[in-house]
C-alpha cells in the first residue's frame, strides 16, 4: 500500500506541472492539455484520501470529475478548431475577440 503523503506529493507535482504549463504557454491546446492534467492531478488526490479513509465518496466523485473533463475537452476543442477557421492562429496572445 502506498502512504497517503507520497500520494498527495505525487499530486501537488502534477498539479503544479500542470499549471506552470497553463500559465507560461501561449499554444491553446497546450493550456488545455495543462487544465487536463490538472483535473488527473485532483482526480489522484481524492482517489488517495478515499482510499485511505475507507469510503467511496471520493471516488465517485472523481468519476464525475472525468466525466466534466470529457466534455470539457469536446466543446474546448470545437472552440479552437472554430477560432482557427477564423483567426488562423491558436496563440493565446493573437485571440482578442472578447476586447472592446
Do not use: C
Not at 501537488?12 to 504549463?21: D, K, T
Amino acid at each position: 500500500m502506498i502512504p497517503l503523503s507520497h500520494v498527495i506529493i505525487f499530486s501537488l507535482i502534477i498539479f503544479v506541472i500542470g499549471m506552470v504549463g497553463a500559465l507560461s504557454r501561449r499554444n491553446v491546446f497546450i493550456v488545455l492539455m495543462s487544465i487536463e492534467l490538472m483535473l488527473n492531478a485532483v482526480n489522484i488526490a481524492l482517489i488517495g484520501v478515499s482510499s485511505a479513509m475507507g469510503n467511496m465518496i471520493g471516488q465517485v466523485l472523481a468519476i464525475f470529475i472525468i466525466t466534466v473533463a470529457a466534455g470539457e475537452a469536446a466543446v474546448g476543442l470545437a472552440i479552437v478548431v472554430a477560432l482557427y477557421r477564423n483567426r488562423l492562429t491558436v496563440n493565446v496572445d493573437s485571440i482578442n475577440l472578447l476586447k472592446w
